[in-house]
């Protein structure tokens, strides 16, 4: 009997222009925590979704147990006992959430003897059990489409541990989750390697590797570089093996110069689909050269104030300027043409159209301007030449460069696409939320080089982050949202961590 539950030997997996995964070979000890570690594309979730049976290895073998095996789809993988929760949620929309977690496994009984059926009664109970015993509360009947990202990120949870899944793959589970879900998660994931489970966790996130992960394995560009014991090794060594050079952990800011007003919020109140208040009464403004961010906790109403910014939503009530301009009632296209920029918070949903090449989805927002359409007709070369640019300048990878399809990005260089792409439109404000979501270590001091390089532009920027160090380090200005209301506004360096933490629970009055 081998000593690895997993072994992974000599594994290469291509897609059109790039080597995905080039002679990888691992091992994964039975009961053990081993984190992944790797710069956005560098073959992680690649790896792991062979695995899971999503995709196949052009090259070597895997051994589940010992024995060799043919890992051909998830239902073959969750046979063999693994289960994974992915980055980019792999969920049905107009189901709900019972639907989506029993997909595949649907509990059939037979009425009177012979007529089949779905217990779906059943199957929400037993959700609903699951959901309370890891605290992961979710309401079973809820289609997909009405709830958050971060309940969504639950379902997937729940998906997994709903399938008693044996080896558990978590490709970046706390992306989008709060500091307190974090904490409970990796708690979860303890008590899961402490009762015998073994636990594969892909992350950026160098500290949670070092407070779960025994043992830490280093991709860059494909490869296999290094392995590691966590407890020995510190997180600048492991920030070091991942991108090849130091990263710094402190953003080098100058002192702010504020200019004129350029943003202006009066008395905002949006509602939801159910017309209740998710934002209620909201005012602020934010200057030129100035980082104004808004902490909270997920759900509180914040992404639907940069929604309603950006038009996305309309306002139930009150009233948005820019630079003296109203633009409550404009369109999505007339308020990025004022200037709007806006990095959503689902890159997927609301930042790219996935099918489309890198090319395209760089001019979503230009493509009917002159330098790229004339007379009616669309400019490729343009497109092209102009993405180019972008690719250079914001290191995106992609393996056929300005033709790759979006889809077959990592989730890192998507949103690389979704940054170039708006802070090249030059607008003086710019919305950025969650803008390092399931990022590396290193694109993350990038993108936050950028907002402070943009903010000593002049321009207004807006950040909605749930990464509370994120918020501490980029901002000038502080608001804390909870339960749909702003219950401060102060400069962050008059501001300690743990009293916006307090502001964020509601516990300040």
């Given at each position: 009997?081998?000593?690895y539950?997993?072994e992974?030997?000599?594994?290469t997996k291509k897609?059109p222009?790039?080597i995905?995964?080039?002679?990888v070979s691992?091992?994964?000890k039975?009961?053990?925590?081993l984190?992944?570690l790797?710069?956005?594309?560098?073959?992680k979730?690649t790896?792991?979704?062979?695995l899971?049976?999503?995709y196949e290895?052009?090259e070597?073998?895997?051994?589940?147990?010992g024995?060799k095996?043919?890992?051909t789809?998830?239902n073959?993988a969750?046979?063999?006992?693994i289960g994974m929760?992915h980055?980019?949620?792999k969920?049905?929309?107009?189901?709900?959430i019972?639907?989506?977690?029993?997909?595949?496994?649907?509990p059939?009984k037979?009425?009177?003897?012979f007529?089949?059926?779905v217990?779906?009664?059943?199957a929400?109970e037993?959700?609903a059990?699951?959901s309370k015993?890891?605290g992961l509360?979710?309401?079973?009947?809820?289609?997909?489409k009405d709830?958050?990202?971060?309940?969504q990120?639950r379902?997937?949870?729940?998906k997994?541990l709903?399938?008693?899944a044996?080896?558990l793959?978590?490709?970046e589970?706390t992306?989008?989750l709060t500091?307190?879900?974090?904490?409970?998660?990796?708690?979860?994931?303890?008590?899961?390697?402490d009762?015998?489970?073994?636990i594969?966790?892909?992350t950026?996130?160098?500290?949670?590797?070092k407070?779960?992960?025994?043992r830490?394995?280093v991709l860059?560009?494909?490869?296999?570089?290094?392995?590691c014991?966590v407890?020995?090794?510190s997180?600048?060594?492991?920030?070091?093996m991942?991108v090849?050079?130091?990263v710094?952990?402190?953003?080098?800011k100058?002192?702010?110069?504020?200019?004129?007003?350029?943003l202006?919020?009066e008395?905002?109140?949006?509602?939801?689909s159910?017309q209740?208040?998710v934002?209620?009464?909201?005012?602020?403004?934010?200057?030129?050269?100035?980082?104004f961010?808004?902490?909270?906790?997920?759900?509180n109403?914040?992404?639907e104030i940069?929604d309603a910014?950006a038009?996305?939503?309309p306002a139930?009530?009150g009233k948005i300027?820019?630079n003296?301009?109203?633009?409550?009632?404009?369109?999505?296209?007339?308020?990025?043409e004022?200037?709007v920029?806006?990095?959503p918070?689902d890159r997927?949903?609301y930042?790219?159209?996935l099918?489309f090449?890198?090319?395209?989805?760089?001019?979503?927002?230009?493509?009917?301007?002159?330098e790229?359409c004339?007379?009616?007709?669309?400019?490729?070369?343009?497109f092209?030449?102009?993405?180019?640019?972008?690719?250079?300048?914001y290191?995106?990878?992609?393996?056929q460069?300005?033709?790759t399809q979006v889809?077959?990005?990592s989730?890192?260089?998507q949103q690389?696409?979704?940054?170039?792409?708006?802070i090249?439109?030059d607008a003086?404000?710019?919305?950025f939320?969650?803008?390092?979501?399931?990022?590396?270590?290193?694109a993350?001091?990038?993108?936050?080089?950028?907002?402070?390089?943009?903010?000593?532009k002049g321009?207004?920027?807006?950040?909605i982050s749930?990464?509370?160090?994120?918020?501490?380090?980029?901002?000038?200005?502080i608001?804390?949202?909870?339960?749909g209301e702003?219950?401060?506004?102060?400069?962050?360096?008059?501001?300690?961590t743990?009293?916006v933490?307090?502001y964020?629970?509601?516990?300040?009055?």
């Open positions: 009997m081998s000593d539950i997993v992974m030997r000599h594994i897609f222009g790039i995905a995964n080039k002679d691992l091992q994964v039975k009961g053990e925590i984190a992944i790797g710069e956005n594309g560098a073959g979730s790896l792991m979704s062979m899971f049976g999503m290895p052009d070597g073998e895997i051994y589940v147990r024995e095996v043919n890992i789809s998830p073959e969750t046979k063999l006992n929760v980055q980019h949620f969920l049905a929309q107009e189901y709900t019972t639907q989506n977690i029993v997909l595949g496994i649907e059939v037979r009425r009177w003897g007529l089949p059926y217990d779906l009664k059943e929400n037993k959700v059990k699951l015993q890891y509360e979710v309401d079973p009947t809820s289609k997909i709830i958050s990202v971060s309940v990120q379902v997937e949870i729940l997994m709903y399938r008693d044996e080896i793959i978590f490709d589970p992306a989008v500091p307190q879900e974090i904490e409970f998660l990796l708690k979860i994931i303890k008590n899961l390697r009762s015998g489970k073994t594969i966790l892909i950026h996130k160098l500290e949670e590797i407070k779960v992960a025994d830490c394995v860059c560009r494909g490869e296999l570089v290094d392995t014991e407890a020995t090794t997180t600048k060594e492991m920030a070091r991942m090849g050079r130091d710094k952990f402190e953003l080098n100058k002192e702010a110069e504020f200019g004129q007003e350029v202006k919020v008395h905002l109140t949006v509602k939801d159910n209740f208040e934002v209620k009464d909201v005012s602020f403004s934010i200057r030129e050269g100035e980082v961010a808004i902490a909270g906790v997920s759900g109403g914040q992404v940069a910014i038009g996305l939503v139930a009530g300027l820019l003296g301009q109203e633009i409550t009632k404009m369109d999505i296209r007339s308020r990025s004022a200037g920029a806006y990095i918070e997927q949903a930042g790219l159209v099918d090449t890198v090319a395209e989805n760089a001019v979503l927002k230009d493509y009917y301007k002159p790229f004339e007379k009616g007709v669309l400019n490729k070369e343009a092209e030449s102009y993405s180019d640019k972008l690719i250079d300048k290191d995106i990878r992609s393996g460069g300005s033709k889809r077959s990005m989730g890192g260089n690389k696409i979704i940054i170039g792409r708006e090249e439109l003086p404000l710019v919305i939320v969650q803008p390092t979501r399931g990022l590396d270590i290193g993350i001091e990038r993108i936050h080089e950028q907002i402070i390089e943009e903010r000593n321009k207004a920027i807006l950040l749930l990464e509370l160090e994120e918020v501490m380090n980029c901002a000038d200005t608001g804390v949202i909870y339960n702003i219950k401060t506004i102060k400069e962050a360096k008059s501001l300690t743990k009293e933490g307090e964020m629970m509601g516990v300040q009055a």
